[in-house]
């Protein structure tokens, strides 16, 4: 199936979420903006912004607290880093070796990059 | 949720069919976009639901009673129309005092707080407004309404990115703390994308679509490559548009396929480009 949702703002909304909550911005059981003030931020509709949240809630990276708001779920960082490494093949590597083999960049010379990237880090 | 119901409504310039036979169902608490190119019958749509222009026939419905003559009902409607409604002398502060005697709803001080954001001078008279503070002065009002149903007709004409940013935010801010409906027709759709939930392309006086932004943008996709690649590939497809360049074509398709032939590049589209497609492109000099 050709990938076609990854341009929808739910999306997009749900994995800056995921990637504010890995980098450590919203610790685990601390409070995230609530959905008005994330339409608000930026600028989406309101059913848009529930929908990521939603999706975040089944997933059990976000809980919500009634008449409080929604906060980061004990072990959401584990939980989206195991998520993302399952997708990291499929997303990064199918299409970093197709550029590869496109410019005739042979896998031992990928490796070779990789390792360097590695270093610089 | 209150529900309002425009049933087989239809409107005729003298042999002119502006609307054949429209029906739509409009929610509280969503957004919607009114799309359609000039003179697809988007302003006329609009002003039929507030009683401004006779129609032929069909019904308009707000939870279950006709509106027709009824203001206890349309004072929950609002409309930011095209049309000078007030008279070239009137000063924007008398406007601002109108409204809110007709409408109760209304909140001066937040219409107040977004004629300051706006830069918008209250003590100014409506006859001596730009085209850009004249759209803004209504889209304040329209905010500020608190209506049940709020339409907005060319929000951001002829106003400058700053305004347009400070509109799409409040417009985001009212539709989460009001859930009142909005119905907006613009132009401008790639800055509206995120904003409608609901699309109705309006077409030739007829309902062309009405979907979920988000249905919409995944149930069509785009496929460019070299020509008869392209064309072999769409032989058995719901072709919606193409558009060439030298040996090169770009083809928009309705369903997602299994898989893309290698030579073949697959793209997402936004609403813009479908809405762009679906009304016929823009049809070059022969």
Known sequence: MAQNNDQLAYIKLKEWLEDEILAGSFPENTQIPSVAELSVSFKLNHITVLKSVNLLVDAEILFKKRGVGMFVAEGAVSKIRTERQGEFYSKYIVSMVSEAKKLGISADELLKMTERGYENE | MSEL??????????????????????????????????????????????QRCPRKGG???????????????LSRMFCMSDSAVYPAEFKLKTI????????????????????????????????????????????ILALASNADFIFLDEPVLGIDVNQRETFYRELARKMSESGSCFVVSTHIIEEMQNLIDTVIILHKGKILLCDETENLMTAYISVTGKA????????????????????????LIKGVPDDIPEGLTSETVNLQKLFYFLTGGAPDLP
């Open chain 2, 5 to 50: 119901i425009i049933e087989n409504v239809t409107k005729k310039y003298g042999k002119n069919l502006v609307l054949d036979d429209v029906s739509l169902k409009l929610i509280q608490g969503h957004c919607y976009g009114l799309l359609g190119r000039n003179g697809a019958g988007k302003s006329t749509l609009i002003n039929i639901i507030m």
């Open chain 2, 59 to 73: 019904k308009i419905l707000l939870d279950g009673k006709p509106v027709d003559n009824n203001d206890m009902l």
């Open chain 2, 96 to 139: 601002f005092s109108i409204t809110a005697a007709m409408y109760p709803s209304f909140d001066t001080d937040y219409a107040k707080k977004l004629a300051e954001l706006f830069g918008l001078d209250l003590k100014k008279r409506v006859g001596k407004l730009s085209t850009g503070y004249n759209t803004i002065y209504k889209v």
């Open chain 2, 228 to 251: 008869e690649l392209v064309n072999s590939f769409t032989a058995d497809k719901e072709v919606i548009g193409c558009e060439s360049m030298s040996l090169f074509k770009t083809a």
